[in-house]
């Protein structure tokens, strides 16, 4: 892999399904990249109306969060989005590219905006900007989850477009999604993506709850009657949840934490899950709190953004020149 981008939206709190299908997939293809880049995506966050101090506040939550998580400012390039304005330059002149029919087919804009005319215009573009993103670094592979697969088929339509259209400028990109763990689902309601926006806090795990509060939701989590633990995501899907859970978090092989679970019922999975994920999330937590108000963290966003508006601008040249755009 030459080159990786990503990039998570500081909207609240992080659920373990967010770390587990994408941040912590992050940490684990650092080291087989040339290149990482990672940003905190302010402006796709504006998208739906903010609190602006809470909206600051957590900038700096995700990338601490990144930062506790293991991604290493040597190896990733860490910057908040909005520090580099080629991002928004960029999305102008791929959103003249784009068709109205292929944005009205995004099925995160159907479920959000559900046809509603007072639904925001950033809300329908924003796969683009998403696509500028990722083509400004010359991305080789975006780690996504199933959800963000359709928006990466956009993108790889408009550098497609560009280049037969402008010429030969962009790389095209290949998502990354995990066989295992890639859509994390609810506690409560397994048969849904985990997500902090549901009504009950018992249907998600967030990155820093505490090891009583993990125990508790861990051990309400739904499975079924049957007690017997297999992996079964039609049959079931609680017990198969959990399990892909435990598969992520120790790296394991699912056939053989299946294998270790024989003759033993929900009960053994689920005491062996709370101490896993309190083991992984303990030392995570502890780490952020060393670099959430700390001056290394703003340094490594400055330095950040800078390499990263360096190699943005590159491209950006580019299209401008492609476009016709007189540069001075």
């Given at each position: 892999?030459?080159?990786?981008?990503?990039?998570?939206?500081?909207?609240?709190?992080?659920?373990?399904?967010?770390?587990?299908?994408?941040?912590?997939?992050?940490?684990?293809?650092?080291?087989?990249?040339?290149?990482?880049?990672?940003?905190?995506?302010?402006?796709?966050?504006?998208?739906?109306a903010?609190?602006?101090?809470?909206?600051?506040?957590?900038?700096?939550?995700?990338?601490?969060?990144?930062?506790?998580?293991?991604?290493?400012?040597?190896?990733?390039?860490?910057?908040?989005?909005?520090?580099?304005?080629?991002?928004?330059?960029?999305s102008?002149?791929?959103?003249?590219?784009?068709?109205?029919?292929?944005?009205?087919?995004?099925?995160?804009?159907?479920?959000?905006?559900?046809?509603?005319?007072?639904?925001?215009?950033?809300?329908?573009?924003?796969?683009?900007?998403?696509?500028?993103?990722?083509?400004?670094?010359?991305?080789?592979?975006?780690?996504?989850?199933?959800d963000?697969k359709?928006?990466?088929?956009?993108?790889?339509?408009?550098?497609?477009?560009?280049?037969?259209?402008?010429?030969?400028?962009?790389?095209?990109?290949?998502?990354?999604?995990?066989?295992?763990?890639?859509?994390?689902?609810?506690?409560?309601?397994?048969?849904?993506?985990m997500?902090?926006?549901?009504?009950?806090?018992?249907?998600?795990?967030?990155?820093?709850?505490?090891?009583?509060?993990?125990?508790?939701?861990?051990?309400?989590?739904?499975?079924?009657?049957?007690?017997?633990?297999?992996?079964?995501?039609?049959?079931?899907?609680?017990?198969?949840?959990?399990?892909?859970?435990?598969?992520?978090?120790?790296?394991?092989?699912?056939?053989?934490?299946?294998?270790?679970?024989?003759?033993?019922?929900?009960?053994?999975?689920?005491?062996?899950?709370?101490?896993?994920?309190?083991?992984?999330?303990?030392?995570?937590?502890?780490?952020?709190?060393e670099?959430?108000?700390?001056?290394?963290?703003?340094?490594?966003?400055?330095?950040?953004?800078?390499?990263?508006?360096?190699?943005?601008?590159?491209?950006?040249?580019?299209?401008?020149?492609?476009?016709g755009?007189?540069?001075?």
């Open positions: 892999m030459k080159c990786v981008f990503s990039g998570v939206k500081p909207t609240g709190i992080i659920t373990l399904g967010n770390y587990l299908g994408a941040i912590k997939r992050f940490v684990d293809v650092q080291d087989q990249a040339e290149q990482n880049f990672y940003s905190v995506v302010d402006l796709h966050a504006l998208t739906v903010q609190d602006p101090k809470e909206m600051y506040e957590n900038t700096l939550n995700i990338a601490a969060v990144y930062l506790a998580v293991g991604l290493d400012p040597r190896k990733a390039t860490l910057f908040v989005q909005s520090h580099v304005p080629a991002h928004a330059e960029a102008w002149m791929l959103t003249c590219l784009s068709r109205m029919g292929e944005l009205n087919r995004m099925t995160q804009f159907k479920d959000k905006g559900r046809g509603s005319d007072s639904a925001g215009v950033g809300l329908f573009t924003y796969p683009v900007l998403m696509a500028a993103d990722v083509l400004l670094y010359q991305t080789t592979h975006v780690p996504v989850g199933e963000q359709q928006h990466l088929e956009l993108t790889r339509d408009l550098a497609e477009r560009f280049n037969r259209d402008y010429g030969e400028i962009f790389v095209m990109p290949e998502p990354l999604i995990a066989e295992v763990g890639a859509r994390i689902m609810g506690l409560q309601n397994p048969e849904n993506k997500s902090k926006s549901d009504d009950s806090d018992a249907n998600y795990i967030t990155l820093m709850d505490t090891p009583k509060e993990i125990e508790k939701k861990i051990k309400r989590a739904v499975t079924d009657s049957e007690n017997a633990i297999y992996f079964d995501e039609e049959n079931k899907p609680g017990v198969s949840n959990l399990l892909s859970i435990q598969s992520v978090l120790t790296g394991q092989n699912m056939d053989n934490i299946v294998q270790s679970y024989e003759g033993l019922g929900y009960g053994a999975l689920k005491k062996n899950l709370i101490e896993i994920t309190v083991d992984h999330l303990t030392p995570i937590q502890q780490r952020y709190q670099i959430r108000h700390s001056e290394e963290l703003t340094n490594i966003l400055r330095h950040g953004a800078e390499h990263a508006e360096a190699v943005a601008g590159e491209t950006l040249k580019k299209i401008k020149d492609a476009l755009l007189v540069r001075l």
